[in-house]
């Protein structure tokens, strides 16, 4: 599942970035001096450059703007449509990320990557199975960090997760571990645009028992959807099908803990640590 490790760059991925490094070396500007030019920070820009984002439709055209491109980078983006296979789809979701007004996030099997410590993030890379090299563990856990500065650098965008409260209680990586994760989820909370609720260990039934659900909405304000399994993701954008998933949600919502009493049990869980 894509929240355990991040997907691998494909070669498409990299050839973009290749491209879009060249122009940008070609016009002797930095990441750090083309970044504010096209309104994104420098950090997206070299994910992209390195292959590890799939770049919106938006950054395209601005960066064909920037550098003058005549095409090219328009052209070596068509191919990346064409690439199946998780990696494309959860890149293209993690693209769609950052730029989205809204994110909304229910989890049933380990915390979301956005909310994820080091510790407990290294402790499932290191579980992975086929099992990580210590290169690909370090590349992957930077990739995880790096990502999790959206909910500080988009301040305007509104981020809600609904958790299980067994989550917590698997203890994953220790009791010190799991005391960290909850401490850093605490500290999150505090941020205005993000909102923590917790579905009890006791509430035997509720709308999403399904699975995971993850939506977004885009500044054009579409909506998509994301769902995953052990080997493969599926970006979702029919409408229907996204009038399902918020039914869901918004039902879970109204199911779970107020983000109130969701701080309340989480500080309880941490002190019967």
Not at 169 to 197: C, D
């Amino acid at each position: 599942m894509t929240e355990v490790t991040e997907p691998e760059p494909s070669d498409s991925l990299k050839t973009f970035g290749a491209a879009l490094q060249a122009f940008r070396e070609h016009t002797r500007l930095t990441q750090e001096a083309l970044a504010p030019q096209m309104q994104y920070s420098a950090h997206y820009l070299a994910s992209i450059e390195q292959g590890r984002r799939f770049p919106s439709d938006e950054f395209i055209e601005r960066a064909e703007t920037a550098l003058d491109a005549r095409g090219v980078l328009r052209k070596a983006a068509r191919q990346l449509s064409r690439k199946q296979g998780l990696a494309a789809w959860f890149l293209q979701w993690a693209g769609l990320e950052t730029h989205a007004i809204s994110l909304d996030t229910y989890e049933s099997r380990l915390i979301p990557g956005l909310l994820q410590t080091e510790a407990y993030a290294r402790v499932l890379f290191r579980g992975q199975l086929p099992p990580l090299s210590d290169e690909q563990i370090d590349a992957q856990l930077a990739a995880r960090l790096e990502r999790q500065r959206l909910l500080r650098e988009r301040p305007n965008t509104a981020f809600s997760f609904i958790l299980e409260e067994h989550l917590f209680l698997r203890r994953t990586g220790g009791v010190e571990v799991t005391r960290e994760l909850i401490g850093h989820v605490l500290e999150v909370v505090e941020l205005r645009n993000v909102a923590v609720q917790i579905v009890p260990l006791a509430d035997g039934h509720h709308a999403a028992l399904a699975g995971p659900i993850r939506l977004l909405e885009t500044p054009e304000h579409q909506w998509l959807g994301y769902l995953e399994g052990q080997r493969g993701g599926v970006l979702v954008a029919d409408p229907k099908e996204i009038s399902v998933l918020h039914m869901r949600y918004a039902k879970l919502r109204s199911q779970a803990l107020t983000p109130e009493d969701s701080r309340g049990l989480l500080t309880r869980l941490r002190g019967a640590l």
